[in-house]
T-cell receptor
Framework: DVKVTQSSRYLVKRTGEKVFLECVQD?????MFWYRQDPGLGLRLIYF???????EKGDIPEGYSVSREKKERFSLILESASTNQTSMYLC???????????FGPGTRLTVT | AQKITQTQPGMFVQEKEAVTLDCTYD???????LFWYKQPSSGEMIFLIY??????QNATEGRYSLNFQKARKSANLVISASQLGDSAMYFC????????????FGTGTSLTVIP
């Protein structure tokens, strides 16, 4: 079974803090993704990576950055957290463009 | 323009009945994949079914089938013999082969199965 894990299920941070969300997959997938999910808006892509050290902006990259130093790990960074970044963050990985994505359990981030 | 449109924010179905969740998509690519995911209240996203744009037959996976109408650009999910455990959010998604590795998701449909 493919396993995608995220470092935290719930996280509470203060405005202005730097926040790291970690995602690890164990199936040697090339592609990894970070989404945020908000009620009524579905899943919106923040960044994705198709290889180590490669990254592409998604639909809403502002206020976020990413890092992929190893194939199995994809990190999402909030440089200076703001209250409008309170959301559910989902990480996913996939083998190629024709295969489904496998999702992690999600991190519910609250910024106060 | 929205790549994936799900027009039903909420649906109700009687237990053991069939239900269709609508999805239309927008692409100019000839090669693409369509996916349906289920998200229970626990929050995990569960892959249900996949349809490739060149697949001539509708995809089926157990009680799930995908009613693929290419000319109409629709990819509706049909759940047969609904069960209480089917109550969840359902998301339709698309991946275009030649315009990057990005997935596009709809806004979801909340399905409630009534006993």
């Amino acid at each position: 079974d493919v396993k995608v894990t995220q470092s935290s299920r719930y996280l509470v941070k203060r405005t202005g803090e730097k926040v790291f969300l970690e995602c690890v997959q164990d199936m040697d997938h090339e592609n990894m993704f970070w989404y945020r999910q908000d009620p009524g808006l579905g899943l919106r892509l923040i960044y994705f990576s198709y290889d180590v050290k490669m990254k592409e902006k998604g639909d809403i990259p502002e206020g976020y950055s990413v890092s992929r130093e190893k194939k199995e790990r994809f990190s999402l960074i909030l440089e200076s957290a703001s209250t409008n970044q309170t959301s559910m963050y989902l990480c996913a990985s996939s083998l190629s463009e024709t295969y489904e994505q496998y999702f992690g359990p999600g991190t519910r981030l609250t910024v106060t | 323009a929205q790549k994936i449109t799900q027009t039903q924010p909420g649906m109700f179905v009687q237990e053991k009945e069939a239900v269709t969740l609508d999805c239309t998509y927008d692409t100019s690519d000839q090669s693409y994949g369509l996916f349906w995911y289920k998200q229970p209240s626990s929050g995990e996203m569960i892959f249900l079914i996949y349809q490739g744009s060149y697949d001539e037959q509708n995809a089926t996976e157990g009680r799930y089938s995908l009613n693929f109408q290419k000319a109409r650009k629709s990819a509706n999910l049909v759940i047969s013999a609904s069960q209480l455990g089917d109550s969840a959010m359902y998301f339709c998604a698309m991946r275009e082969r030649y315009t990057g590795n990005q997935f596009y998701f709809g806004t979801g449909t909340s399905l409630t199965v009534i006993p």
